[in-house]
């Protein structure tokens, strides 16, 4: 278990001090794919780098399995690193090695004997699908190949908890997919507990279970991911999950606006806004919509405009609260 403790970090500056981190309080359990998001400069990195003390926190405390990463020696520090492990977005790989050297160089730096980590590394690339390349070096790598590559690299000491710093924020959408899919394949098998930091919704959305929305070096929401991504309650939250509702007016025509949620919701042969017509003769316009099919449900978010004032909006949206598995919410002029 990772007990994050009333955690801050102030870095000096030539303007001044600067609050990167703010109170920060998590507790991430064993084999949890747990996702930090944010925009840019909320913090996510510095709060990643703190939970391997590669950042000392000015405040508060990291215990992981019941020890406090601050209190520790250099070499306890050392050895305790080796269970944590850590992917970044830009590989770090060591360009004039080829990737079995690249996979067996933290084994060498630990005093693994050459035959033994030689053994390993084929192993964790044929893990990782790069079994056929491995005197291939960096430089002759897609960008996907060079990311499998420092996965393999990380997973050479059998860690217990994976760092993912932006892993994928350099791919493509196709390879990131594959990379999002290698890493829950990989979790699956192996148990560990992964951290993925990243400023995707996407990504969060396809392999975490729980999620912290940082916000100006403070988390403002935290939770599963289905019930956050549903109904955030947070502004940082809402403006993340449902971008789309604050990109527009939200009184178009003198329409009330509502928002509805689909949360995996069974599908029907009648579209839901056509059954309301049918059902409650209710007519609304769709103001925006993203959603998407996976088997037979539905997930995502559309903005609805519904005229004819507060009455037909209260029968709107009690019609819709009615349907299973789906979130709706009035969209308010100062959200």
């Known amino acids: 278990m990772i007990e994050i403790q009333n955690l801050s970090k102030t870095f000096t500056t030539s303007d001044g001090n600067v609050e990167a981190l703010k109170n920060i309080s998590l507790t991430i359990n064993d084999g949890d794919i747990y996702g930090i998001i944010g925009m840019s400069g909320a913090g996510k990195s510095t709060l990643v780098r703190c939970i391997n003390m590669l950042e000392r926190p000015t405040e508060g405390r990291v215990v992981i ?43 060498e730096l630990a005093g693994v004997k050459k035959a033994e980590a030689v053994k390993r590394a084929k192993e964790l690339l044929e893990i990782v699908g790069l079994g056929d390349k ?53 979790h699956d098998k192996l148990g560990i507990t992964v951290i993925v930091i990243t400023h995707q919704m996407s990504v969060v959305e396809q392999i975490c279970s729980h999620v912290a929305i940082l916000d100006n070096g403070e988390v403002v929401e935290e939770g599963l ?45 009648t579209p839901l806004i056509a059954q309301m017509a049918i059902d409650e003769g209710i007519t609304a316009s769709i103001l925006s919509a993203s959603t998407k099919g996976i088997g037979d449900k539905a997930y995502g978010n559309i903005i609805l405009g519904i005229p004819g004032g507060e009455n037909e909006l209260a029968r709107a949206m009690k019609y819709l609260k009615a349907m299973p598995d789906i979130f709706v919410e009035e969209v308010k002029n100062d959200e």
């Open 134 to 186: 491995l005197k291939a070096y960096p430089a002759q790598l897609s960008g996907g190949q060079q990311q499998r590559v420092a996965i393999a690299r990380a997973l050479t000491t059998h860690p217990k908890i994976l760092l993912c710093d932006e892993a994928t924020s350099a791919l493509d959408p196709q390879t990131t997919q594959s990379i999002l899919s290698l890493i829950r394949d990989i």
């Open 65 to 107: 399995d019941g020890r406090d990463m601050g209190a520790l020696s250099q070499s306890e520090l050392r050895r305790e690193r080796r269970n944590i492990t850590m992917i970044f977005q830009g590989f770090n790989l060591l360009m004039q090695k080829n990737c079995l050297k690249n996979v067996c160089f933290p084994l």
């Open 225 to 269: 991911v289905s019930e956050v991504f549903a109904a955030p309650k947070s502004k940082a939250a809402r403006h993340l999950v449902f971008p789309e509702g604050y990109e527009q007016g939200t009184q178009i025509s003198g329409d009330n606006v509502i928002r509805v949620v689909f949360n995996g919701a069974k599908a029907t042969n």
